[in-house]
């Protein structure tokens, strides 16, 4: 099987994506077998996918090395992306994008990833203390000097991303998008289709719980960031199971995985959509993957539109806070 392509902009990537941060960073299990999160990493390239995602912070700088480390003699076969921003490396507390800090970021990502540029280059949050324009000028100097291919943002609101694309075209914006999270349909949708920028759908699976998998919390190491979601927390986490079993009875008329039909669900979102499922294993990118030859049904496709709405926010309180609106 050979994935689909579609185009971010004018960035051609394979339409179902690698998200590589659960193999560093964040998830139960996170950083215990690199080796099999290389063998993922490959296997996701033999099976046609083109379309990488790290971050600096993840790990931080873990994900960065070893996705380089996979990546050799590799590396033209993907592209890939990576982030800047929350890390600061001009001494500011919070998010920095300031143009010095960008620079020094981008310095260390090509170090890590082994690599002469990057390929897709997103501002990982919108930092409050530094004008959008300053950012995206700073990041436009490193397409003008080779090191960047493209711009992206990450959960920018709309009018953070007209004034960014005023400054220089953007590529994609990468947020949270999932039949578990629809805020992208209330205006950044039909903004990024108006300025013709891609759309790359993070958390595509609901941060795991539309596979289906989860049902308690004991499922999650004490230090899995999913315990300080509103959404994993008590009476949510039980009236939110609806949610997955209504997507796992839909997976059955299918005969499909749920994690299938919430991947191919997004793609039935547009042609200028790419989402990154993120996995350590084989079996899961092979399963998502498989996604890419799934055709829903418009009842299959209105009854997912209409699923119970989740309880509570799909953030904590402070990572709330950073989404720009």
Not at 75 to 103: C, N, Q
Not at 211 to 219: A, E, K, N, Q
Not at 240 to 251: F, G, K, P, Q
Request: with cysteine.
């Amino acid at each position: 099987m050979t994935v689909k392509h579609v185009r971010l902009r004018d960035l051609d990537v394979s339409r179902i994506g690698l998200g590589c941060m659960g193999m560093s960073f964040g998830y139960t299990g996170a950083g215990s077998d690199d080796a099999e999160s290389v063998r993922t990493i490959h296997r996701a390239l033999d099976l046609g996918v083109t379309f990488l995602d790290t971050a600096e912070v993840y790990g931080p700088y873990a994900n960065e090395e070893l996705v380089g480390r996979a990546l050799r003699g590799r590396r033209d076969e993907v592209v890939l992306a990576t982030k800047f921003g929350f890390i600061s490396h001009t001494g500011r507390d919070g998010v920095d994008s300031s143009p010095a800090s960008v620079r020094a970021a981008v310095e260390g990502s090509l170090r890590r990833l082994g690599t002469d540029r990057i390929d897709l280059y997103y501002q990982h949050r919108v930092d409050p203390n530094t004008p959008i324009e300053d950012t995206v000028g700073a990041v436009a100097e490193l397409v003008t000097e080779g090191k960047v291919r493209h711009i992206g943002l990450s959960e920018a609101g709309v009018a953070t991303i007209r004034r960014a694309h005023a400054v220089h075209p953007i590529t994609a914006l990468q947020s949270e998008y999932s039949l578990w999270t629809r805020d992208p349909e209330d205006g950044v949708l039909d903004t990024l289709r108006e300025l013709g920028i891609g759309f790359v759908p993070y958390s595509p699976l609901g941060h795991g719980f539309l596979t289906g998998h989860l049902r308690s919390i004991d499922d999650l190491d004490e230090n899995d960031w999913r315990r300080t979601s509103p959404r994993f927390m008590g009476e949510n986490f039980q009236r939110n199971l609806a949610i997955a079993d209504e997507v796992a009875a839909i997976a059955t008329e299918v005969g499909a995985t749920p994690a299938q039909v919430a991947i191919a669900w997004l793609l039935a979102k547009g042609d200028d959509i790419a989402p990154i499922p993120g996995t350590k294993r084989v079996a899961r990118v092979e399963e998502n993957t498989a996604a890419d030859g799934i055709e829903l049904t418009a009842g299959q496709l209105a009854a997912l539109d209409g699923l119970t709405p989740p309880a509570g926010d799909h953030h904590n309180e402070a990572q709330m806070a950073m989404i720009d609106r």
